[in-house]
């Protein structure tokens, strides 16, 4: 069974700091990882996706993976109140359960 | 394009009853997929096809859901003799062959059993 693991959280950081989210995966064929934002009441949007070791940036998001520790994580810099959401990883298919992001202005 | 079409938004029935659900993807998205999705969870996955051929079919999934891509275009979800814990949200993605994992998530379709 494959799976995707995720702290439900809330993880709550000030306004202007870094969110660091974290995600862990059990299939190591897994080859591509993607980080999805969820508004309350909302669908999954797509953030962002890694296929390679290493760091991968785009604007405020950077996405981490490590392929050896199974293991991939999502930075957010300048942390706003209106990246307060669920944040989905998933190795596709499978999705992990998210977790709450809640940024305190 | 309008993005991905779910219908009906919302759907209550009562127990025991058959339900059907339509997605239409974005239109040059040949993969499509069903998840299920209950609060605090993340998205489950069902089943997903590559134009008309389902590829894959959860383990999960009770015999009772089915699901068709009869053209490769729109999708049809299926759930027969529903039952109290088949209430969730419904959602339907597609994606383009070279980023399968890059979804386009339809608005879901809410359903309840009573």
């Known amino acids: 069974q494959k799976e995707v693991e995720q702290n439900s959280g809330p993880l709550s950081v000030p306004e202007g700091a870094i969110a660091s989210l974290n995600c862990t995966y059990s299939?190591?064929?897994?080859?591509?990882f993607f980080w999805y934002r969820q508004y309350s009441g909302k669908s999954p949007e797509l953030i962002m996706f890694?296929?390679?070791?290493g760091d991968k940036e785009d604007g405020r998001f950077t996405a981490q993976l490590n392929k050896a520790s199974q293991y991939v994580s999502l930075l957010i810099r300048d942390s706003q109140p209106s990246d307060s959401a669920t944040y989905l990883c998933?190795?596709?298919?499978?999705f992990g359960t998210g977790t709450l992001l809640a940024v305190q202005p | 394009d309008t993005g991905v079409s779910q219908d009906p938004r919302h759907k209550i029935t009562k127990r025991g009853q058959n339900v059907t659900f339509r997605c239409d993807p974005i239109s040059e998205h040949n993969r499509l997929y069903w998840y299920r999705q209950t609060l605090g969870q993340g998205p489950e996955f069902l089943t997903y096809?590559?134009?008309?051929?389902?590829?894959?079919k959860s383990r999960l999934l009770s015999d009772r859901f089915s699901a068709e891509r009869p053209k490769g275009s729109f999708s049809t979800l299926e759930i027969q003799r529903t039952e109290q814990g088949d209430s969730a949200m419904y959602l339907c993605a597609s994606s383009l062959p070279e980023t399968p994992g890059g979804y386009t998530f339809g608005s879901g379709t809410r359903l309840t059993v009573v």
């Open positions: 998933a190795a596709p298919p499978i």
């Open positions: 890694i296929y390679s070791n």
């Open positions: 299939d190591r064929g897994s080859q591509s």
């Open positions: 096809f590559q134009n008309e051929a389902q590829l894959e």
